[in-house]
């Protein structure tokens, strides 16, 4: 794999998505954040400070995740589709050179998409003077952006097989379950029936554990994880973002166009 070809396909992506206009998400998050800086502490009094930190990271989270699915898996379709992606396998290029620059251009896009919502929310905050852990937002934010990441690749390899209205839903049911692993563990030990506890414990292991990405809670209160479990859940996302680029590579190489 050379990184050139990478840099070039992550480049394309990242233009194309630009063009089409997706930081308009960026306008609409503006509306969504000033909405609830001007309703909410009229409608909270004295907790409304904390409804607008948990919202602001709930909006930059559900931002990010309409790019994540419903560009992601219409990365490869798109291609197959116009059928550009004849020329792409006919040039000196391999499937994981594809894949991989896929992801990364993607990902990209929402590094920036994010970085600019981050900014807004911090602005807005700082503007009305509601106090705010500092620390502990840009890490759960951080987080944030390694989930949506890990959900691109879910995007593409459910993209690679099936089609863009199928890989939508299936990445959308992957982030909700993904989201309730642990309740299924638990709701499994709760029916003692070894045939329920032993689907639940196998979904717990195919699906990502999405929860441990989740610090919004924490970050609201300045709670910040110890350092070894922060490296655990970071190391964790992007395992099972490699791992499932590398199904995708593989599903892509053998499939016939």
Do not use: W
């Not at 309740?183 to 709760?190: E, I, P, S």
Request: glycine share 8%; charged share 10%; aromatic share 8%.
């Amino acid at each position: 794999m050379k990184p050139g070809r990478v840099f070039v396909i992550a480049a394309n992506v990242f233009l194309e998505v630009i063009r089409d206009r997706i930081l308009y998400l960026l306008g609409l998050f503006v509306v969504v954040l000033l909405a609830a800086i001007l309703l909410i502490p009229g409608l909270a009094p004295g907790s409304g400070g904390k409804i607008i930190l948990d919202l602001g990271l709930a909006a930059i989270n559900v931002m990010g995740l309409i790019v994540a699915v419903f560009v992601g898996t219409g990365l490869v379709n798109k291609e197959i589709e116009k059928r550009t992606v004849f020329v792409l396998i006919a040039k000196p290029m391999s499937c994981t050179e594809f894949i991989v620059g896929k992801h990364l251009g993607l990902s990209a896009v929402l590094a920036v998409l994010v970085t600019l919502m981050t900014l807004v929310y911090l602005a807005g905050l700082s503007l009305m003077q509601i106090p705010f852990p500092l620390g502990s937002l840009l890490l759960a934010i951080f987080y944030i952006f390694l989930e949506l990441s890990l959900l691109i690749a879910v995007a593409i390899a459910f993209g690679v097989f099936t089609s863009s209205l199928l890989a939508t839903l299936f990445t959308l049911a992957v982030y909700l379950v993904g989201h309730f692993t642990r309740d299924l563990v638990a709701l499994g030990k709760l029916t003692k029936n070894p045939g329920i506890q032993n689907l639940m414990d196998g979904l717990y292991l195919i699906l990502p554990d999405l929860e441990r990405l989740n610090l919004k809670n924490q970050a609201i209160y300045g709670l910040i994880p110890n350092p070894s479990e922060l490296l655990a859940s970071g190391g964790y996302a992007l395992l099972y973002t490699v791992l499932l680029l590398a199904i995708a590579t593989l599903v892509f190489a053998r499939r016939e166009f």
